[in-house]
């Protein structure tokens, strides 16, 4: 079902004649089939819209970097192009969780897996991903699991 928004937003950006939007949705595109290609050398099926959200997380987050380096730099008109790429590529996940539902989720997620210690760190982060892969930014979600089980 992404797929087919996408490539439709492929065909929209085409018909725009918006070079920058046509751009990063055929990268977008590419780096599906490459992660699809991926994935059946390993044996497995096409990813599913799940596992798509994950893929386009990463595609944000490298953006994010280039952003902050090209910033140290001093190339502001580079880090302008990394942050249209982020608002197109955003657009295709769900809406981002706000701070305190992140934390509620958290506490959730400790409750149902038992979680004792960091040791447990683990089951928790798991299940997070069970339930709100593309909605929370899990390397923020790890350092507030990680102070919920050690305080």
């Given amino acids: 079902m992404m797929r087919d928004d996408i490539n439709a937003a492929v065909k929209e950006a085409m018909r725009a004649k918006d070079e920058r939007k046509l751009g990063t949705l055929r990268m977008v595109n590419s780096t599906i089939k490459n992660a699809d290609i991926e994935a059946?050398?390993?044996?497995?099926p096409p990813l599913s819209d799940a596992e798509l959200l994950g893929v386009l997380q990463k595609m944000i987050k490298q953006r994010q970097e280039a952003v902050e380096l090209y910033e140290k730099g001093g190339r502001a008109e580079l880090a302008a192009q990394e942050r249209d790429e982020i608002a197109v590529i955003s657009a295709y996940l769900p809406k981002q969780m706000s701070d305190d539902d992140v934390?509620?989720?958290?506490?959730?997620?400790?409750?149902?897996?038992?979680?004792?210690?960091?040791?447990?760190?683990?089951?928790?982060?798991a299940a997070l991903k069970a339930k709100y892969t593309g909605q929370m930014d899990f390397a923020k979600a790890s350092g507030l699991v990680k102070a919920a089980l050690t305080g």
């Fill in 103 to 125: 934390k509620k989720a958290i506490s959730d997620a400790i409750a149902e897996t038992g979680a004792a210690g960091m040791k447990d760190m683990g089951k928790v982060i």
């Fill in 40 to 44: 059946r050398g390993n044996g497995k």
